[in-house]
T-cell receptor
Framework: DAGVIQSPRHEVTEMGQEVTLRCKPI?????LFWYRQTMMRGLELLIY????????DSGMPEDRFSAKMPNASFSTLKIQPSEPRDSAVYFC???????????????FGSGTQLSVL | AQSVSQHNHHVILSEAASLELGCNYS??????LFWYVQYPGQHLQLLLK??????LVKGIKGFEAEFIKSKFSFNLRKPSVQWSDTAEYFC??????????FGRGTSLIVHP
């Protein structure tokens, strides 16, 4: 398996522009997570999905942020309009939970480095 | 709800020094515990995990962690660090029925 695939790896945009980050989870995984990493706040959970359904989006900072998972193999995180304070690394992760099994680790993508000028 | 606290945000060591990174969690029930590592420019990857059994867990690259239930701790240790251990280290806790919760992370810099 290729692992969790994120695109683009780097995104540089101007304030006010729309930004779309993409994620392809590992096939068969039923959970998908979006995280944001900054120096100031460390790793923050933004939203997570279970079987394509958003379960908890309380970490989404503002209405400018939205996330979708139209099918089991694709998710997007959109920022509209973007602001300089959104600059961060955005990670997508997926996992498969089977109840009380031991294989419950998260698999992370390589991240998208977003710079909003 | 579960929570995780990593005491040290930044640690700077010389090669061959011993390492211990603190991790405490809060949750009254059974938990699974993890340490993830993020090398510069790379994504997070699992370093080691504890689910049950021997509370002393050995991971990759000579790392180990000890689960002390009475202290709600899961500290990461390595007897002799190398320059290549420079990375960000994240502790995570997962209770049954919850998704994993990550600590804020500890940045480790090892000077050659």
């Amino acid at each position: 398996d290729a692992g969790v695939i994120q695109s683009p790896r780097h995104e540089v945009t101007e304030m006010g522009q729309e930004v779309t980050l993409r994620c392809k989870p590992i096939s068969g995984h039923d959970y998908l997570f979006w995280y944001r990493q900054t120096m100031m706040r460390g790793l923050e959970l933004l939203i997570y999905f279970n079987n394509n359904v958003p379960i908890d989006d309380s970490g989404m900072p503002e209405d400018r942020f939205s996330a979708k998972m139209p099918n089991a193999s694709f998710s997007t995180l959109k920022i509209q309009p973007s602001e300089p304070r959104d600059s961060a690394v955005y990670f997508c992760a997926s996992s498969l939970y089977r109840g009380r099994t031991t294989n419950e680790k998260l698999f992370f993508g390589s991240g998208t480095q977003l710079s909003v000028l | 709800a579960q929570s995780v606290s990593q005491h040290n945000h930044h640690v700077i060591l010389s090669e061959a020094a011993s390492l211990e990174l603190g991790c405490n969690y809060s949750y009254g029930g059974t938990v699974n515990l993890f340490w993830y590592v993020q090398y510069p420019g790379q994504h997070l990857q699992l370093l080691l995990k504890y689910f049950s059994g021997d509370p002393l867990v050995k991971g990759i690259k000579g790392f180990e962690a000890e689960f002390i239930k009475s202290k709600f701790s899961f500290n990461l240790r390595k007897p002799s660090v190398q320059w290549s251990d420079t990375a960000e280290y994240f502790c995570a806790v997962k209770a049954r029925g919850y998704i994993p919760t990550f600590g804020r992370g500890t940045s480790l810099i090892v000077h050659p």
